[in-house]
């Protein structure tokens, strides 16, 4: 198959994902700063990439995403993929305040604003999230291939943006190590900071101590964090939030 036909291929999921995704709750968005929505420079791009937003919650500020990714394999067949992610403005706006001692030491790798995401292919294969990516070949197929991703939107991810939902959950999972990651004795350092900048964010100043000071106590980290680094968002947190610092006590346990 042509590029050509390929990119016919893309166009025709976009819309059909688009209006699916659309009774879901879910409209079309810009891809966000920092994630590339197409090859650049090609006139028929060999992967492309289609944000799909709900509306943001009006009490934890989150928003849920879907991100597409289309990838043109040598056949001209269209492989399709999708993320599910979580996001927050909120955090991405605090993120950019602080300093990069602050942070996990692999924070410029991350998009700044998302709690978490997870493959949709994590679901039915934990060890091979590729085994699920849906390959179109022909136009008669996409409305097919969409049927398979929104099985899975259906099922086991809406579930999973379900965990999420509210601010106690998130409290609770920031505690816990990422369900995607290797390392399954410590907690995702980035979504432990996100956590406690989004329930201050939110006037939630207990929460956001309580976690802290659990986390300070830890006598280990995970390979991206430090209690030297911990220590330094904890200063920057009570720099920022008069009622962190407060109930903080003024200063940082060690």
């Known amino acids: ?24 709750g879910f409209a079309p968005s810009g891809v966000p700063e920092g994630l590339t929505p197409a090859e650049p420079g090609k006139r028929y791009p060999r992967y492309r990439r289609e944000w799909f937003t709900s509306p943001e919650d009006s009490d934890t500020q989150l928003r849920q995403v879907v991100e597409a990714n289309m990838l043109r394999d040598n056949g001209g067949s269209v492989g399709l993929t999708c993320d599910a992610v979580l996001m927050a403005d909120p955090v991405a706006r605090l993120r950019a305040e602080l300093s990069a001692g602050a942070l996990e030491s692999n924070a410029k790798a991350r998009l700044p604003g998302c709690l978490e995401s997870v493959e949709f292919g994590f679901f039915p294969h934990p060890s091979y999230p590729g085994h699920t990516t849906v390959w179109i070949s022909v136009e008669a197929h996409v409305d097919y291939g969409v049927d398979q991703i929104m099985g899975l939107l259906g099922g086991p991810v809406v579930q999973w943006f379900d965990q999420r939902a509210s601010l106690a959950q998130l409290v609770e999972l920031a505690r816990m190590p990422n369900l995607t990651s290797p390392d399954r004795s410590n907690p995702d350092p980035a979504r432990l900071r996100d956590v406690v900048m989004l329930t ?55």
């Not at 659990?214 to 911990?230: C, M, P």
């Open 1 to 24: 198959m042509a590029a050509s036909g390929s990119a016919r291929l893309m166009k025709m999921i976009t819309v059909s994902l688009s209006e699916r995704l659309a009774a879901e």
């Open 200 to 254: 201050l964010s939110q006037g939630h100043a207990q929460e956001a101590v309580s976690l802290m000071e659990w986390y300070l106590r830890r006598d280990r980290f995970h390979k991206f964090d430090s209690l030297e680094r911990v220590s330094a968002f904890d200063a920057e947190m009570s720099a920022r939030f008069a009622e962190y610092a407060t109930q903080r006590g003024g200063g940082s346990l060690s």
